[in-house]
């Protein structure tokens, strides 16, 4: 009996939980009004040990790319698929215990079901509205929240009471007669349960998506084939447009689309901020405190212009978590000198609006004035999903190492560990030498010389060190050096090309690359924890003449 009361009071937690989740959803596109599956997740995300994240992270790549997803594309889509799971899972096992729990004295408390049920969605909504109202993101009113909230958990927890007191053997006093006719009753009970689930859950879950809308969230930085822009968005030619080395078909795109930049960040949805009412106090051990807005950063300070390629510290070899576009802003050394440091001071403590944190060591902002507290890219102010109104950026670092929606910078003499960090990644982040093949373009064989040549091409990257040779090697043959276009600057990635004298059969190419200073790149594979993968990039083909 205790496991059909169990099983029972499953299958009505996920009827009653499912329309929850659907009608929160069309709430949250309609009105912004809280979302408890993200806010959950969220909360959990940070609670969690780092290794215990960090593997939910890893196994979360691992999965898209053994279904062959994009793992820039698809990693946000997946993280709140699982955050939306995790929620219905809970609000299944708590009905399933009050099924078990209540079940014991079903005939003793059956009239005092609905207030039970009641009880149980507090039990369930407290917490949540205690985490949409202090780590939520909605714009709402908290009071208007927590009413929305209590509605519906109530509204919960009393259809979880109702399916209780219909399916319950010992307390279903409107059917009277045989154990047959009991059940037969709540069979029938439990499909109009299901059938009005079904359909609160389409109509809501339906709407929700046809209203979702994330501006700028492409995330397919590592794109393979597309467009080669000419100029950037300010209509300027690119510094490197006379040279003769041309991407083969199929390399990424030089210049990343905005649209296409690769979005990372720990909550699952961006962070959004009012440019109009943002400031950035700027305290701790300064002679001078700060408050600036936007304009003072676009308006106050010398304003820097950087072509910027940044890479993701979580990504594999191969990855499409890396991008590259013009980064505006002001040097970091500018705003400390106005703010005047104290001797004393070493570190910089950055805090964003999504709970991340980071500190930068000040000497290396003394030692590189290309450090840049940055308010546009391509011209344009920093789109909501990549750090809007600020974000900082620091050359040869992975970006774990560079906060988005700065809300606060504090001078200090203490090390504090930064976000990830605290978690088990590298304190320092450095850019490991990487080269990926993005195209064997088989399909854009030429002929040259009495020879077919195969374009094979990609990009390597070293952080701010540069690249000076790139190799590729078919099969086991020998090492051949391919040909590097210019780079838009020295703090971007390298597009590589290889004309390869075609060969008919199955072949499998490898490549390598070394830095600026000839140093070549690990060719050992390393997961990317703790301090960013290493190993060599391989593509195969199957070429027919």
């Keep these: 009996m205790r496991r059909l009361r169990l099983g029972t009071g499953a299958l009505v937690g996920a009827l009653a939980t499912a329309p929850l ?12 009004l809280p979302f408890s599956p993200f806010d959950f997740f ?14 939910g992270i890893d196994s979360m790549i691992w999965s898209l790319e053994k279904v062959g997803l994009s793992v820039a594309d698809a990693a946000k889509t997946a993280e709140r698929s699982v955050a939306v799971i995790q929620f219905f899972v809970v609000g299944v096992v708590l009905a399933a215990l009050f099924f078990a729990v209540y079940g014991m004295g079903a005939s003793r ?14 039990l369930f909504g407290l917490p949540m509205a205690v985490l949409g109202v202090t780590i939520g993101q909605s714009p709402v009113a908290p009071a208007w929240s927590v009413l929305w909230l209590a509605v519906l958990y109530l509204a919960w927890g009393w259809v979880v009471a109702w399916g209780f007191r219909r399916t319950a053997p010992a307390v279903a006093p409107e059917v009277a007669g045989t154990a047959e ?33 994330y501006p700028g969230e492409g995330g397919g930085g590592a794109a393979r084939g597309g467009a080669q822009a000419t100029v950037n968005g300010r209509g300027e030619p690119f510094p490197n447009a006379g040279d003769p080395v041309v991407p083969a078909p199929g390399t990424r795109p030089e210049y990343t689309p905005l649209d296409d930049f690769y979005s990372v960040f720990i909550r699952t949805e961006p962070t959004k901020l009012d440019g109009a009412s943002w400031e950035l106090p700027v305290t701790g051990l300064v002679d001078n405190p700060l408050r600036l807005t936007l304009d003072d950063f676009k308006n106050r300070y010398p304003s820097r212009d950087q072509y910027v390629t940044i890479s993701c510290i979580s990504g594999r070899i191969g990855t499409g978590l890396i991008s590259t576009t013009m980064w505006t802003g002001v040097p970091l050394q500018s705003v400390l000198d106005e703010a005047g440091v104290q001797p004393e001071a070493k570190y910089l403590h950055i805090r964003s609006g999504d709970g ?20 546009s890219w391509d011209g344009k102010p920093l789109p909501s999903d990549h750090g809007f109104p600020l974000r900082i950026w620091i050359p040869d670092r992975y970006g774990m190492k560079q906060p988005k929606w700065i809300t606060a910078i504090e001078v200090s003499a203490d090390y504090v560990p930064g976000y990830w960090v605290e978690r088990g990644w590298d304190r320092e982040a450095r850019v490991k030498e990487t080269s990926v093949i993005d195209t064997v373009a088989v399909r854009s064989a030429y002929r040259q010389g009495g020879r077919m040549l195969v374009p094979v091409g990609g990009i390597a990257f070293s952080g701010a060190k ?30 590589w090309r290889y004309d390869w004298p075609l060969e008919e059969g199955h072949h499998t190419f490898t490549v390598r690359c ?4 000839g140093k070549p790149q690990i060719e050992t594979t390393h997961a990317q924890r703790p301090s960013g993968a290493t190993g060599l990039d391989h593509e195969k083909a199957n070429v027919k003449a």
């Design 21 to 32: 989740i659907a009608v929160m959803a069309l709430a949250y596109r309609l009105a912004n």
């Design 42 to 55: 969220d909360w959990v995300t940070r609670v969690l040990p780092g290794r215990v994240v960090t593997f």
């Design 109 to 122: 408390h059956a009239r005092r079901g609905a207030v039970a049920g009641l009880v149980l969605g507090v």
């Design 181 to 213: 006719a009991r059940a037969l009753d709540r069979r029938h009970f439990l499909i109009r349960l299901g059938t009005a689930s079904a359909v609160v859950t389409v109509a809501g879950a339906g709407v929700a998506e046809l209203l979702r809308v």
């Design 356 to 375: 991340y944190y980071e500190t930068v060591d000040l000497d290396l902002v003394a030692r590189d004035p290309r450090i840049m507290l940055c308010h």
């Design 466 to 495: 540069g690249i000076s040779k790139v190799e590729v090697q078919v099969d086991d043959g020998p090492w051949t050096q391919a040909k590097l276009r210019q780079p838009l600057s020295e703090t971007t990635w390298v597009v």
């Design 514 to 517: 070394a830095d600026g200073d």
